[in-house]
């Protein structure tokens, strides 16, 4: 059973930087992602990275200012975020997908999500 364990979120000031951190057990994933829900609005994808780290997707509002990336050998994702946002206030889950072919959805596996505010 997989498990996902998101540490690294809190309060920045407009223009700030956080870097969340996401460890992943219980199996190999073809992706990991990061996904965001503000309040009152649904969830969304923000990034997602391969397995082999190769290969990186983002939504075109966080493109430039976030990087996603992974440590293998640390079977973590991070996810830098720069250039905050007071509209990047969400709560953050990391999640994993075995399936190939979809980066931006289908994802079965989630953390418990970790809270990002961005103070203007």
Known sequence: QAQLVESGGGLAQAGGSLRLSCEVSGGTFTYTGWFRQAPGKEREFVAAINWSGVSTYYVDSV????????????STVYLQ??????????????????NNGYPRSRYPYWGQGTQVTVSS
């Open 81 to 98: 975020m720069n250039g905050l946002k007071p509209e990047d206030t969400a709560v953050y889950y990391c999640a994993a997908s075995p």
């Open 63 to 74: 493109k430039g200012r976030f990087t996603i990336s992974k440590d293998n050998t640390k």
